[in-house]
């Protein structure tokens, strides 16, 4: 039954309003790494042949200098 569950959730058409805000803070927080953004990231999810296509689409003033690890 355990392995029905995760199938039937994996399948899925959709993700949730919870799921998205979640998702979109992550990336919001890891995009702030590398880019000054101009406003609030928004996530796209379409059904492909082989699962999804995620288009997250946000504007960004400028990019940050990166600054490589010793």
Same mark, same amino acid.
Do not use: H
């Given at each position: ?10 399948? *899925? ?13 992550? %990336? ?18 379409? *059904?492909?042949?082989?699962? %999804? ?7 960004? *003033? ?5 600054? *490589?690890?010793?």
């Amino acid at each position: 039954m355990k392995n029905l569950s995760k199938t039937l959730s994996l399948d *899925r058409e959709d993700v949730s309003e919870t799921q998205r805000e979640l998702f979109l803070k992550d %990336f919001k927080k890891l995009a702030e790494e590398y880019f000054e953004s101009g406003s609030a990231p928004s996530l796209e999810v379409t *059904r492909s042949d082989d699962g %999804f296509l995620l288009c997250v689409i946000w504007t960004a *003033r400028r990019v940050k200098n990166a600054r *490589r690890i010793p």
